[in-house]
């Protein structure tokens, strides 16, 4: 069996596919950079794992499928998806184009939501895990109204996959992470900086690092997947920038 990870090529992807290396076997899909969902893998089997890079684009159903048959054909089953796949295109309201609010929702939910969907047949026969990769955007609307969006939705289909799933054993949640030092993290902040965005300067964390390293939300993520009772949670991670 082994743990799907999406996007898992690179930033939070990455650090939870090391964690979790440590008592599973790994499946890296990535869509474009194949040089470093390989080096993902390295790092897995230096771990003491098993792992497997898969190219799939998780807004294309057809990809989705494949990715799915692949990981069956090599580890025979799955024991929890880690949706974590996503990508940001902020822009102003006025100048935010359908295309880019779709292909924004596309990754972020509708991708979470088929590959989850492909996978439910194992994890239904386990009692195996789904854990969201979301945002504080989705909790407090920042960033931009394409991601915020994206991420709020996460969170509905969290909870609504909690209650269908869980009399089969299925745990499904979410961890929300604040700042995080990624490059993507890097693209917010630059866009937040440049339109003077007002509601972003009036959250902050209360402890002493404004963001944390990806290690800490795979830490959370581990946390999910490892405590038997939790469900239908929202782990938000954020350093106290919003308390729930």
Known sequence: MAVIVTGGSRGIGRAIATRLAH???????????????EETVEQVESAGASAVAIQADVTEPTEVTALLERTRDTF?????VINNAGIVEPAP???LEPETFEEVVATNLTGAFSVTQAAAPDLREIGGDVVMVSSIGGTAGTVDASYAASKAGLHG????????????????????PG?????????IVDYLESVEFRGHE??????PQYACEPDAIAHSVEYLIENS????????????????
């Open 23 to 37: 008592e599973h076997d790994i499946v890296v899909n990535y869509r474009s950079d194949g040089g470093a969902a």
């Open 76 to 80: 025979d089953s799955i024991e929890a």
């Open 93 to 95: 309201i006025e100048d």
């Open 157 to 176: 289909l969290t909870r609504s996959l909690a209650r269908e799933l869980g009399d089969d054993g299925v745990q499904v949640n979410a961890v929300a």
């Open 179 to 187: 700042p995080v030092e990624t490059d993507m993290n890097d693209e």
């Open 202 to 207: 009036g959250i902050d964390t209360h402890l």
């Open 229 to 244: 009772y939790v469900q239908g949670e929202v782990l938000c991670v954020n350093g106290g920038m919003q308390f729930r």
